[in-house]
């Protein structure tokens, strides 16, 4: 993800002392992914989905533009989420836009009483493409600091595609895939050429 210089992110690891706000996300992450496992029948595989499952917690802050000057700018550029899920908590100033299938952006409004999720890279190679990841950006429009909570549930160990979601009509799509080795593979070629790598470019088949 390429950062700009209106933007700041601190990351920090989860660890078991987490207050009881970040349990909340944790416990919301949880619940909407057995949901969906249950869904597609493949509830089997949700503990050891759980046991290579870890958070990492973001806060980000988008300083306002300059309404003489740049009246909006970019905070982030379009990209696709690295890991499994996203869940987002932001304050009440607008800029979160989601990229739909036919490409159009629509601008999402913020509300600090709701979370918003996402699915990410990680959840489209697991679901053989049922579930696609959500293009998304931010752009700055208001005269006020944004400000973003981000929990990301990603995996440090191998996803295996549920055999059950591959048929005729869905032929696998995808290796083995480790989501921590796919987040540093990410992070390297953002430190090269600032570009983002695709699922189907890292472990498509
Ligand atoms: O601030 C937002 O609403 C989005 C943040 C985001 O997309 C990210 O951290 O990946
Ligand atoms: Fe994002």
């Known amino acids: 993800m390429a950062l700009f210089s209106n933007t700041c992110v601190v990351l ?23 949901m969906v496992f249950e869904n597609y029948g493949v509830e089997r595989y949700n503990d050891p989905h759980r046991e290579i499952t870890s958070h990492l917690l973001g806060l980000i802050k988008y300083a306002e533009p300059d309404q003489k000057t740049r009246p909006s700018i970019e905070g982030l550029p379009t990209h ?9 908590h932001t304050n009440h100033v607008k ?35 049922r579930i696609r990841s959500c293009k998304h950006r931010v752009m700055l429009i208001e005269d006020e600091s944004r400000y973003t909570i981000g929990l990301f549930a990603f995996q440090d160990g191998t996803i ?10 869905h032929p696998l799509k995808y290796k083995p895939f480790n989501g921590l080795e796919f987040l540093n593979a990410q992070f390297r070629k953002a430190g090269q050429n600032g570009q983002e790598m695709s699922v189907e470019a890292y472990c498509g088949i």
Not at 17 to 33: G, Q, W
Not at 80 to 88: A, P, Q, V
Not at 99 to 106: A, P, V
Not at 160 to 166: G, K, N, T, Y
């Open 12 to 34: 920090f690891v989860v660890s078991e002392s987490a207050n009881s706000y970040v349990k909340l996300m944790e416990d919301l992450e949880k619940m909407v992914t057995r």
């Open 80 to 88: 696709t989420d690295k890991g499994f899920i996203s869940i987002l």
């Open 95 to 129: 800029g979160l836009e989601i990229k739909t299938k036919d490409g159009e952006l629509i601008g999402f409004d913020p509300s600090p009483t709701s979370f918003i999720l996402l699915a990410a890279d990680a959840f489209q190679v697991w679901s053989n493409d």
């Open 160 to 169: 295996h595609l549920p055999e059950e979601l591959v048929d005729e009509e």
